[in-house]
């Protein structure tokens, strides 16, 4: 690995994008400076592994867990992207490569669709052990990267690398349509498993509060999966989401989402959108939120 001294952060502007206004970073990829990781990095990184593992066992999908294992990420130090990237190469043909922070739109659907994954290179201060608004080490490799070991969902990110680059040509609102599904699924989706409602979104498994709260909440709504509902529907970047979608298994998602979704973006240009906290007669409601603690507005 490096032995060179951190890469400083390349900040290029702040842009409002789908996780608030935030600095977009160079798109350049950067080798993971590991030898500059110091003794307070490694324990924020251990400290977070080990909260979250004791909250997702009987919280997170199987699949989530037996891949999170497969990979062999411990809380002993910081994981080398270079032996992740044995193992991940081997089962599923990714790779993590390293990142400052998040990339335009276009230059991440590129590596999902060559399946490389983007993983910020740097992690947390202790004092954001609960919250960070923007994507650091720790959402990216907890949160993402195991299941990507997953089979199906390894081909469904990609199928979606290659869903945004041609969401890009098409125009601003296939975009805003294609990142509601990206939302919903990769970051915050639930998952039926035989033994219960399980997650599987990475900006849960990341996160200690909405572990807890997605499942176990009575004020979010927690809704079936419905791919055009998705598309139409607003999010939470600041809060715990309203509603959350659940799949009954990845395959289900890999089916739901094969078609081509240009005619579907050329009928929705023409429709409203729903508030991200809406339930609608034809949802298929596993539970109906109290909405308590909502605040009236600040979907996006
Ligand atoms: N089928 C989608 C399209 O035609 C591509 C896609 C697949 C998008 C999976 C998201 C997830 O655009
Ligand atoms: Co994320």
Known sequence: MSNQPAVPDKQVEHQHTDKGYVPVYTTAVVEQPWASYTAIDHDVWAQLFERQRALLVGRASDEFLVAQDAMGMTPDAIPKFDELNDILAKATGWTIVGVEGLLPELT???HLANRRFPVTWWIRKPE?????AEPDLFHDLFGHVPLLMNPVFADYMAAYGRGGVKAHGIGPEALVNLTRLYWYTVEFGLIRQADGLRIYGSGIVSSK???IYSLESDAPNRIGFDLERIMRTRYRIDTY????????SFEQLMQATAPDFAPIYARLAA????P???????DAVFHRGSGEGWSQDGDV
């Open 108 to 110: 991440f659907f590129d």
């Open 128 to 132: 954001q052990l609960d919250y960070l």
């Open 241 to 248: 989401q309203k509603t959350y979608f659940v799949i009954d």
């Open 276 to 282: 991200a906290g809406t339930v609608l007669d034809g």
């Open 209 to 211: 509060g909405e572990s």
């Open 271 to 274: 429709q409203p959108s729903y």
